[in-house]
């Protein structure tokens, strides 16, 4: 079925059947002509169409929809979101053989996660940007004991 129509798809069918399109309409409670611009593609057949011809020809309403159905999804958004994701598995990765390397190990060995998680981050960066994370820190530390 690669590549066929909806159009197409009908027509085949029908004639396979041995079906007229007057037969055909007439289980659709519609008229002769509204089928035939179903099969000349005038007119898209609403759901309940399809799945009385899906139930006519005995075929899954699937099929008919995946003809009706087109996709229009942003491309690069879709992309993206997978590129997402296997950057996230391939970082996580990253983190987990960086924290188990054997020169590594002792360093991480009595932390939690969250400050596994931060001093790997932390690590990786340049020393400007580690200097802007401990003055964050400090200050935030600062806030919390004015608050208390």
Do not use: W
């Not at 790997?120 to 020393?127: H, K, T």
């Amino acid at each position: 079925m690669a590549n066929k129509t909806l159009e197409q798809y009908l027509k085949d069918l029908r004639k396979s059947c041995n079906y007229s399109q007057e037969f055909v309409a007439s289980h659709l409670n519609i008229t002769r002509q509204t089928y035939s611009h179903y099969e000349n593609g005038r007119i898209t057949p609403p759901v309940n169409s399809l799945y009385n011809l899906a139930k006519l020809y005995g075929v899954a309403v699937e099929t008919f929809l995946e003809l009706v159905v087109t996709y229009h999804i942003n491309t690069d958004f879709a992309l993206e979101q997978q590129k997402e994701k296997k950057d996230m598995v391939d970082e996580l990765s990253f983190f987990l053989d960086f924290i188990n390397a054997p020169e590594n190990s002792k360093k991480f060995k009595f932390l939690n996660r969250k400050e596994r998680q931060l001093l790997f981050y932390y690590l990786f960066l340049d020393a400007r940007d580690q200097d802007d994370i401990l003055t964050f820190m400090k200050v935030k530390y600062q806030n919390r004991k004015k608050d208390q």
